[in-house]
């Protein structure tokens, strides 16, 4: 008690902000299938995914190398993919972006967009096909305009996300 | 966005170590994930549970924003309507003229129907809805097209009961919770209906594309007798659908068989019915025989 009333004093934004807060922003965009949009085909961008790789691209060494699994995780309960999917694709998008960040030297806005967008490639069609490979693998072209309209929902996403991060952790 | 300095280990064993043990969590996170993975290949129903107390915490949001926003999957088609106003115009009145015959014809046919039935005295064996309620939201960002409905047990609604609009079929109920229940549309691609063609009842199966459209095979393998415009219904075999409700129309042929547009969008119908098992006897004897055929928990 008398520890929160001191960080209180000096001003300091609470560590539940500073820790929680990307991990709620991801589960609320895993969550958008709740709203009632019905449709026909898969369109929705995957907004958990979208908020996700922000997060990562945005500040990267903040969540740990197996921080894909949980979020994934959540991210299946909600999507209607078999459960595991998310987790395990989430996971292996975590994996290579650790090394990419390893062995980068420089990177810029452009290319923190290009690795979301195939990262948003590899999640969508890697999910068609989980789900039936077979028949889904001849049909992948139904992807093309959530796929699209993924991508170039990115750049707004991270803007969006780049603003709650500077209020997290402004005093 | 520059990635944080000193993120090379150097010479530090202990900062190689945590470097490679956080790797090696990373791995063991998407190993653990494609366990799930088979375990739900293995058991589609398992992690029901999971997703039901998921849609039964979203549902009080999921069915007022339902109540408020009624159609939001055809803005779209609005946007496109004003381009094709003037063909479409014509090609309705065409169409309305067609109909209208039409519409006299069915008349006479229900009229007659309906004195046939008296002479052989039958009776409507079961009753025509358990529920009605809106479908409340969808798996609109996934492949897999499954929908929420804002009933559940609570109201009688059981695993494998159809689920019906005015214009045609939806799915059936794939997984129950206390007041929400999964629909499993005709659209998704693990879903098969049993149909026939309204005209001459030959029969044959619709197999979901995840597009909107469905895949029509017919069942005398070889042949392929479909046209376009051709109506399909459901044929009643397998005993889960009742005979007669309309599922899609053929819009081309394939190689083997024809791509049919499913008559109810779940995007645009209102209200939906859910309708008991048709011969929940059959149903139940067909899963203990052949589970693989008619698989009524089949999920994933």
Do not use: C
Request: aromatic residues 8%; hydrophobic residues 45%; glycine residues 10%.
């Amino acid at each position: 008690m008398v520890r929160t009333r001191r960080s209180r004093l000096d001003r300091k934004p609470s560590q539940w902000r500073i820790k929680m807060i990307p991990a709620a922003t991801v589960v609320a965009g895993s969550m958008i299938t709740t709203f009632s949009i019905i449709t026909d085909y898969p369109i929705l961008p995957p907004l958990g995914l979208l908020v996700l790789l922000a997060w990562r691209l945005i500040r990267p060494g903040f969540w740990p190398v197996w921080a894909g699994f949980p979020l994934g995780f959540v991210d299946d309960i909600f999507s209607g993919q078999p459960i595991g999917s998310a987790a395990f694709l989430w996971s292996v998008i975590f994996i290579v972006l650790e090394s990419i960040d390893r062995k980068a030297i420089r990177r810029d806005y452009w290319q923190d967009w290009l690795i979301a967008s195939i990262a948003i490639i590899f999640v969508l069609i890697g999910g068609m096909l989980i789900v039936d490979f077979q028949t889904n693998l001849l049909r992948l072209d139904i992807l093309i305009p959530q796929i699209l309209l993924s991508i170039l929902l990115y750049p707004f996403i991270a803007r969006v996300i780049g603003a709650i991060d500077s209020w997290r952790v402004a005093t | 966005m520059a990635p944080p300095r000193n993120r090379r280990p150097g010479f530090s064993k202990r900062a190689q170590y945590s470097i490679f043990a956080s790797y090696l969590l990373g791995i063991l996170g998407a190993v653990v994930g494609l366990l799930l993975l088979l375990v739900s290949f293995i058991d589609p129903q398992g992690f029901s549970v999971l997703r039901t107390i998921g849609a039964e915490t979203t549902a009080p949001v999921s069915k007022t924003l339902s109540e408020v926003g009624g159609a939001t999957g055809n803005a779209g088609d609005q946007i496109s309507a004003y381009f094709y106003a003037a063909s479409k115009n014509a090609a309705m009145k065409r169409e309305l003229e067609q109909s209208r015959i039409e519409i006299l014809e069915a008349r006479a046919l229900k009229q007659e129907n309906e004195r046939l039935k008296r002479l052989l005295k039958l009776d409507q064996e079961v009753p025509d809805a358990i529920g009605m309620a809106r479908l409340i939201s969808s798996t609109a960002s996934s492949s897999r097209r499954i929908a929420t409905l804002g009933l559940g047990s609570a109201s009688g609604i059981e695993i494998g009961q159809p689920v019906r609009a005015p214009e045609g079929l939806i799915g059936r109920v794939l997984e129950v919770g206390p007041t929400t229940a999964r629909i499993l549309l005709v659209s998704d691609g693990k879903n098969v209906t049993p149909v026939q063609r309204a005209n001459d009842s030959l029969p044959a199966f619709a197999t979901g594309l995840g597009d909107g459209t469905v895949d029509i095979q017919p069942i005398n393998i070889g042949t392929n007798p479909f046209q376009g415009g051709d109506l399909f219904i459901t044929s009643g075999s397998g005993g889960l659908y009742s005979p007669g409700i309309p599922v899609a129309v053929v819009i081309r042929k394939n190689e083997s068989g024809a791509i049919a547009r499913i008559l109810a969008n779940p995007a645009k119908v209102g209200h939906v019915v859910v309708q008991p098992i048709f011969q929940a006897e059959t149903v139940r004897q067909i899963g203990e025989d052949i589970p693989s055929e008619f698989d009524i928990e089949g999920g994933e």
